[in-house]
């Protein structure tokens, strides 16, 4: 072998290595397609590298040389970073929402009532759109397209055990304070949300655009909130992908459900320990909020709000469900800054847009909303499909590109996506060769097959 000889060999081991390695784990997340297409390129590419390799006299001269030159180039092209730092301007909004706008605080009202008729006689703009979503069976409820009576009543218990837990969000403080160590109570918060299952962990001052101006549900509605806490710990827990890629189907709300709980447990754990030490802490959890989740954790550096609306993670997308603790105990708060590299890739993406069935994602640029120019849902046709589903759908975080496995194959592109810009209009297309421009809804995976 000539030293000319090396970069094609090289070559010619790592396509094949690397087409072996995406072909596993394409297999081991039930992606049949994906699997396919990569051995079928894994095939082409190595194969044409093997052959140039034993039979350079097929090919032009030079070919060996040019050939490996040619494929290292364009690894450098695609995903050398050349774009650490996104500038996009710090924004933010500039009112609180009021808690009784949002859509769960609206499917609360009941007709007749004084607060269904002080609500409407507000928002008569509101009301039509709401008597839509009203003609349908409901969340969790029979009649509904995916009705199911094991997976709904068993996601109606999470949201039971979710219940309890609400009792648990706030409660008194030790009048004995101990003193700690900024630095080290931090740490030690973030290590113990790891062990109890936490997947993301950040820290932020607490803004007044984080609260709602008004609570929307439980016994306080129509309340204004009132919330003196400095800090807020933000954390997310993951959702299972094989159950996310079932949505809109049962199995996603049972998630979802689980999600919510596991998320709450933690945060309510975190903010029983802080009162123990002896300084105020509250828990916000599913269906308790004096904050909004997506924003206080966008600051504490957790990621960013997307195309969809929700926040997205840089591991897991959106796959994930959050929780909140806010408190007065000093904590290191996390200086990172907000991910911009996703709100680039999702004005090219628009995969959610294309996919929801409730028509509710827009595909247009981001507009100026409140100050803050990003993407709004059409949170009433979303709605209206849960409806009618029964479940939260989910179909947007099922398909979008950002909620596939954390592991070295979907980190790589992650990385890509994150630092080079080229590379973002690439993997696009991959993700829509991969795995396909409308991913397929997976069925129901034998771990929850009954
Ligand atoms: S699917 Fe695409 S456009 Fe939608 S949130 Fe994910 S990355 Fe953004
Ligand atoms: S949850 Fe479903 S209906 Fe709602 S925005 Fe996502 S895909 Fe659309």
């Keep these: 072998m000539s030293i000319s000889e090396i970069p094609l060999l090289i070559a010619a081991i790592i396509t094949t290595l690397f087409y072996i390695y995406a072909v596993i784990i394409s297999l081991l997340e039930n992606e049949k397609r994906a699997a396919l297409i990569s051995a079928l390129s894994g095939i082409i590419l190595s194969g044409f590298f093997f052959v140039l390799y034993y039979y350079p006299e097929l090919f032009f001269q030079g070919a060996a040389t040019i050939f490996p ?11 050398f970073p050349i774009q650490w730092r996104l500038k996009y301007p710090y924004q933010t909004p500039k009112h609180k929402i009021d ?4 859509m769960f605080s609206r499917r609360s ?6 607060k269904y008729k002080e609500y409407y006689n507000k928002h008569s703009d509101k009301e039509k759109l709401d008597n839509i979503f009203r003609k349908n069976p409901g969340l969790l409820e029979k009649g509904s397209t995916y009705y199911d009576r094991f997976l709904f009543n068993a996601a109606k218990s999470s949201f039971d055990a979710i219940g309890a837990l609400r009792g648990l969000v706030n409660g008194p403080v030790n009048q ?3 003193k700690v160590d900024q630095v080290e109570i931090t740490r030690f918060i973030k290590k113990w949300a790891v062990k109890l299952g936490a997947c993301n962990i950040g820290i932020t001052e607490l803004k007044d655009y984080h609260k709602y101006s008004v609570v929307g549900r439980g016994a306080d ?13 933000a954390l997310t827990v993951e959702m299972d992908k094989t159950l996310i890629d079932t949505a809109p189907l049962a199995s996603e709300t049972l998630e979802t459900s689980h999600k919510y709980l596991k998320s709450g447990e933690i945060a309510v754990q975190i903010a029983s320990f802080i009162r123990r030490l002896g300084y105020e802490a509250r828990a916000h959890i599913d269906g308790d909020y004096r904050v909004v989740c997506p924003l206080v954790a966008r600051d504490a550096g957790l990621g960013d709000i997307g195309r969809m609306g929700l926040l997205m993670t840089a591991g897991q997308g959106a796959r994930v469900r959050i929780a909140v603790v806010t408190t007065n105990l000093d904590l290191d708060i ?6 911009h590299s996703m709100t680039e890739f999702c004005r090219i993406c628009k995969k959610c847009a294309s996919t929801c069935p409730g028509n509710a994602i827009s595909k247009n640029e981001m507009q100026e909303i409140d100050g803050v120019t990003r993407w709004q849902i059409n949170q009433e046709k979303c709605f209206t499909y849960w409806s009618r589903s029964g479940t939260d759908c989910g179909r947007c975080i099922a398909v979008c590109p950002y909620s596939h496995s954390d592991n070295f194959f979907h980190n790589l592109v992650r990385f890509g996506i994150k630092y080079n810009p080229l590379f973002r209009r690439v993997a696009v297309i991959m993700d829509d060769v991969f795995y396909g421009k409308k991913p397929k809804m997976k069925s129901i995976p034998l771990k929850m097959k009954y």
């Design 69 to 79: 030159l040619v494929f290292f180039a364009g690894v450098l092209v695609f995903l």
């Design 334 to 339: 996390d200086r990172n800054k907000i991910e």
């Design 221 to 233: 509605y129509g309340k204004p909130v009132e919330l003196n806490h400095r800090y807020a710990i």
């Design 176 to 178: 004995n304070v101990e």
């Design 99 to 102: 808690e009784r706008d949002i």
């Design 109 to 114: 009202l009941i007709a007749g009532t004084a």
